[in-house]
């Protein structure tokens, strides 16, 4: 988590208002409980706030599911979730709390469903995120793509959708057009079409100038690489240039 958004929720308390049970974790941090109203006085609640409490609060719960957190998970959390030396302590305080709360993960899930049911690529972001720290010990457990199955059908994503974010970080069958979302029949045209527009609504870029935190940036980033990575697959195999 960036700093910047640990000095918004300290520096202006109930103006950075959430709410539900991601604004009552922040509030076990921040010294402050976080409510969020429609048309409140202090403003609408910042999405950086809400991705990243919530992503921080996901992953602790996968991590309680498994069992075990290894190093390279940990690992893995730190170039997901971005933190600067200054926020270290805040970020490990509300990684443990999530995981001791009573709240399940449902809970959560279904909050940041509710707050991104208009830009549901940010939901697909987070799924991103909780795959790159499932799968960082060199496996996806059985325990964790469980998790990871029942996140995504409370963010309203199919088993095709989940299918393809799936093949962007595990090996599938037929994943270069898994991650594509394309039919192994589609013709040449198709191909480079749909690589376009992927390449359109994933650049890194796209994420900075809607005012997305550092951790939608880093997600769309390794996204925009498994893109093109099958891409060049298909295109290496059908001899497209």
């Known amino acids: 988590m960036s700093s910047g958004i640990w000095g918004k929720l300290g520096g202006v308390g109930l103006g950075m208002a959430i709410g539900g049970p991601l604004g009552a974790l922040i509030g076990g941090v921040a010294g402050h409980f976080l409510v969020d109203r429609e048309g409140a006085l202090f403003g609408a609640t910042p999405r950086d706030v809400v991705f990243t409490t919530g992503l921080v609060a996901l992953a602790a719960k996968m991590a309680k599911s498994d069992g075990v957190v290894t190093p390279s998970e940990v690992e893995a959390f730190g170039k997901v979730v971005q933190v600067a030396p200054e926020a270290r302590a805040g970020v490990e305080r509300l990684f443990d709390l999530a995981k001791a709360t009573t709240s399940g993960f449902e809970a959560y899930a279904r909050q940041m469903a509710t707050a991104f049911r208009e830009e549901p690529a940010l939901l697909e972001d987070v799924l991103d995120g909780l795959f790159h720290i499932a799968k960082a010990d060199g496996a996806l457990h059985e325990a964790e793509e469980r998790y990871l199955r029942s996140v995504a ?88 240039r």
């Not at 309203?156 to 192994?184: N, P, S």
């Not at 100038?209 to 298909?234: M, T």
């Open 153 to 240: 059908e409370i963010f309203g994503l199919g088993e095709a959708e989940f299918r393809r974010i799936e093949a962007r970080h595990v090996t599938l069958a037929g994943d270069a057009y898994l991650v594509l979302g394309l039919d192994a029949a589609a013709d040449d045209a198709a191909v480079k079409a749909r690589h376009r527009k992927l390449v359109a609504e994933s650049h890194p870029d796209r994420a900075i100038a809607r005012g997305l935190p550092p951790e939608a940036v880093a997600i769309a980033d390794r996204r925009l690489a498994a893109i093109n990575a099958a891409y060049d697959r298909i295109a290496a195999e059908r001899g497209l």
